[in-house]
């Protein structure tokens, strides 16, 4: 008698499988595939009654994922098949009955979903799904189920790491600032020290040259009234070049005068600039201010690089101005490291290329050139008529160079926000942070345009005006 008409083939069920938790430390990139999960798959023919002994089995075990001729159909937990069985009290129902039966709805995320998204995921289901296991899916045919409980401690323990995180780097910008503080006011002091001789210099200056002028003075009446003077004279004039003398010492007195005068004005440029600890804000000049970053930043704004300033009528700014300072600096250098960056790679070309025609060179390739534009405007329309429309100060700082690629763009945006400030700190999200919580104003970057080659980058900073 052939076997098929003695017995029924019965499903194989295979032992489950427990994928143990990746042994690093967790982090806030860390995904699902480094949590424990179990691997248990079963066709949807299996009785439930053979379910419920492996689950006897293993007491750990959250579920079953049930596969239809290899090909995913759903999820049962042990406590909905422990349920299905009290309820209806039979052995030969296979697990397509209870699917059917359930119709819960399985939460199935690909293995390379972050933790923190998946919990999040994960505690939007309804409560009477909360404590339903996920199913992780591997590739087209695997599947595994993660207990949510395990998913739980490891969110709790990412936030806990996020929480430590973000406490390290408080305390770490609370040093950054004091050793700041301390810095600003040690070259404060410096800077002060160096203003005592220069004001000596420039004072005393002022009678050298008058002095300069008495004594040629006399020289000149000596001449006019002794035209022929005794042999020694002459001789000394002639060793000492007397008419050279006349005519070079009022041009080194000017020289030296404007050296001084430039002295005086980096020192003072670098007092204003270590203001950063002030406790109250103070009416400061933006104009002053930004010539003095100027003034700071010229041996890297070398001559490959033009700088136009179109300063509007400014009234004086309440604000903290070291702050804005460093803003300004932290601006203008991400400006002209582009800008040279370009300058490198035009001169490169032109070298390789040929120099050709020049004139059609330079209008292909204008030179580097940073546009700062200063301006009071008014705000936008007001949603609410029952407060009055505020006034902007606008300084807009804006390059020709090759611009911001739309990642680029994206990638300064999300610095702006709090978390990614926290993931990594840069120079453009201090700023941002100093112009929107220290002054209540906007730091705007302009979006990129799809359809330009070389639109510039232009950054805005909006600062309310009282």
């Known amino acids: 008698m052939p076997k098929s008409s003695t017995r029924r083939a019965q499903p194989i069920v295979s032992c489950p499988s427990l994928t143990e938790a990746n042994n690093l430390e967790l982090r806030l990139e860390s995904t699902l595939s480094e949590l ?31 596969m239809n001729q290899g090909e995913f159909l759903g999820m049962i937990s042990r406590q909905r098949l422990m349920e299905f069985l009290l309820r209806i009290q039979a052995t030969d129902f296979p697990l397509s009955a209870l699917h059917n039966d359930v119709r819960s709805h399985n939460l199935v995320l690909p293995a390379t979903t972050p933790i923190l998204v998946g919990a999040h995921l994960a505690l939007r289901r309804s409560p009477y799904e909360q404590a339903e296991p996920l199913v992780i899916q591997k590739d087209d045919r695997q599947y595994t189920l993660l207990d949510v409980h395990e998913l739980n401690i490891a969110h709790w323990q990412i936030r806990g790491i996020e929480t430590q995180v973000r406490y390290e780097r408080a305390q770490l910008q609370m040093i950054q600032t004091e050793r700041m503080a301390h810095l600003g006011r040690l070259v404060d002091g410096v800077a002060h020290e160096i203003l005592d001789p ?221 978390g990614k400030r926290v993931a990594k700190e840069t120079s453009l999200a201090l700023s941002y942070q100093i112009v929107t919580a220290r002054h209540g104003g906007k730091l705007l970057v302009h979006p990129p345009h799809l359809d330009a080659i070389a639109t510039g980058t232009e950054f805005e900073v909006l600062l309310p005006l009282a």
């Open 198 to 418: 220069v004001g000596f210099i420039w004072g005393n200056l002022v009678h050298l040259s008058d002095y300069t002028q008495q004594v040629m003075d006399v020289l000149t009446a000596y001449k006019t009234y002794f035209p022929q003077p005794p042999g020694a004279i002459a001789d000394l004039e002639a060793e000492i070049e007397l008419d050279y003398l006349q005519s070079d010492l009022p041009k080194t007195i000017a020289s030296i005068t404007a050296g001084a005068e430039r002295l005086k004005t980096l020192v003072t440029s670098l007092q204003n600039f270590c203001h950063i600890d002030d406790v109250y804000p103070k009416p400061a000049s933006l104009h002053e201010c930004l010539d003095s970053v100027l003034l700071l930043m010229k041996s890297r704004i070398n001559k490959e690089v033009q700088v136009i300033r179109d300063y509007g009528h400014l009234p004086p700014v309440n604000c903290y101005i070291g702050q804005l300072s460093q803003v300004f600096t932290n601006i203008l250098t991400n400006s002209v490291e582009a800008l040279l960056n370009q300058a490198i790679r035009q001169e490169v070309a032109q070298e390789v290329g040929g120099k050709g025609n020049n004139l059609q060179w330079q209008s292909l390739h204008p030179k580097p050139q940073i546009t700062i534009t200063t301006q009071i405007r008014p705000h936008s329309a007001n949603p609410d008529p029952n407060r009055p429309s505020i006034r902007w100060i606008s300084v807009r700082i804006a390059d020709n160079g090759p611009g911001l690629s739309q990642e680029q763009y994206r990638q300064i945006v999300d610095s702006f926000s709090i």
């Open 36 to 66: 424990a999960q179990y691997q248990f798959q079963v066709e949807s023919t299996v009785p439930c009654m053979e379910v419920a002994g492996i689950f006897e089995r293993y007491p750990l075990l959250p579920g079953v994922v049930v």
